[in-house]
């Protein structure tokens, strides 16, 4: 038995049946992790998401795209361009996608392995004990009847630093903010949300330039221009820019063995 985490796959369905093949995966012994952003950008967002709902013992956490997704279906936001979830908003299974989102959680954590899987990262002033409670909260609401009401106040880049008094929805966004949308922060959390390549902002570092208390590992996505590369020892960088036209790359945490295969050159990609 193997357990394989796998970058954002954002819609490529054929690169991860040619990764699953690849790795010789295993239906009724391996485990599959998704570190988010499953859908949205690439060609064929429902073939993934079909794919992930039938198989077993698979473990996804939500990216921003998948909540953006949420947000789109729900009416409480607008496609912008570049998104390609038109396939999702017009298929029969509609609801059973949203339904299946919503239930994932924001930080998946193996105690046994002190692995710990998050779509962006975690912020350097905050504990781990600390982000999975705080993930909870907002995982808590998904999945109430405040969903709609928290997809519409999501958006946004403000409050921008920790403070144990945030309240409603400033609280929930930061929360929200830090786990699926952090790139650039302070030692003290502060986060910068505007830059997305490898270059900090002055004043800002990537936030696993900061040294943490706990030996916990952090396997994250999100970061396609890291091209998998990070200096520290306790972090894995994951997204390989699949749906850029790089490569979708999958962890073996066994042996820690990276597998990965190209992207597909698709008449999708042609087009856009």
Not at 46 to 69: I, K, R, S
Not at 101 to 110: A, E, F, G, K, N
Not at 153 to 182: C, H, K, Q, V
Not at 224 to 247: I, N, Q, S
Request: glycine share 6%; with cysteine.
């Amino acid at each position: 038995m193997s357990t394989y985490v796998f970058g954002d796959v954002q819609g490529c369905a054929t690169e991860l049946q040619q990764l699953l093949e690849h790795i010789d995966y295993q239906q009724s012994e391996d485990h599959l992790w998704f570190v988010g952003d499953m859908i949205n950008r690439g060609p064929d967002n429902a073939g993934v998401l079909d794919l992930l709902m039938q198989l077993p013992n698979v473990t996804c956490v939500l990216g921003n795209h998948d909540l953006h997704f949420m947000a789109i279906a729900l009416g409480c936001q607008t496609q912008k361009r570049g998104d390609t979830v038109s396939d999702l908003l017009e298929h029969k299974r509609l609801q059973d996608y949203v339904d299946y989102l919503r239930q994932l959680p924001l930080i998946h954590y193996d105690k046994a392995r002190d692995d710990l899987m998050v779509h962006a990262g975690l912020p350097p002033n905050l504990s781990t004990d600390t982000c999975l409670s705080l993930a909870a909260e907002v995982e808590q609401v998904i999945q109430s009847d405040q969903l709609e009401s928290f997809l519409t106040a999501m958006y946004g880049n403000e409050p921008s630093a920790w403070d144990n008094n945030l309240m409603g929805m400033d609280r929930l966004r930061l929360i929200t903010n830090y786990f699926t949308r952090l790139r650039f922060c302070t030692a003290d959390g502060d986060i910068e949300l505007l830059h997305k390549t490898d270059v900090a902002p002055e004043g800002y570092s990537p936030w696993f330039s900061f040294s943490r208390r706990e030996d916990t590992r952090i396997l994250f996505g999100h970061w396609a221009a890291l091209e998998g590369k990070v200096d520290a020892a306790f972090a894995v960088a994951l997204d390989t820019g699949c749906v850029w036209g790089r490569h979708l790359t999958a962890l073996r945490l066994e042996d820690n063995q990276l597998f990965s295969v190209p992207a597909a050159k698709t008449e999708f990609w042609e087009k856009r």
